[in-house]
């Protein structure tokens, strides 16, 4: 069982940057990779970017160059940096944890607006 606990988020101006933490935990757990969604109202989550266990990171096209995903394995955290905000980028953005036994573990979400 991983417990995910997902941090930072808020109000941004537009232009601004954003960090947002995801923590993982549990006892005994490997994690083999970590997905950041973004879900905008009324709509599904859809997948922004990933980490895999090597280190290999993917991001949607849409925010390459802006998003950053990037990890702390030592203490199992995941990030997500996001530079340039936009308007469009206002949504709740939620953590992805899979562990090596093929189990998904969401964090609860953080609201990210954009906003002047």
């Known amino acids: 069982q991983v417990h995910v606990v997902q941090s930072g988020g808020g109000l941004v101006q537009p232009g601004g940057s954003l960090r947002l933490s995801c923590a993982a935990s549990?006892?005994?757990?490997?994690?083999?990779?970590v997905g950041w969604y973004s879900q905008y109202p009324d709509n599904e989550r859809a997948l922004v970017a990933t980490?895999?266990?090597?280190?290999?990171?993917n991001y949607v096209h849409s925010v390459k160059g802006r998003f950053t995903i990037s990890r702390d394995i030592a203490r199992n955290m995941f990030y997500l940096q996001i530079n340039t905000l936009k308007p469009e980028d206002t949504a709740v953005y939620y953590c992805?944890?899979?562990?090596?036994?093929?189990?998904?573990?969401w964090g609860q979400g953080t609201q990210v607006t954009v906003s002047s």
């Open positions: 992805s944890v899979w562990d090596t036994s093929g189990h998904e573990y």
């Open positions: 980490i895999t266990s090597d280190g290999n990171t």
């Open positions: 549990g006892s005994g757990v490997t994690i083999d990779r």
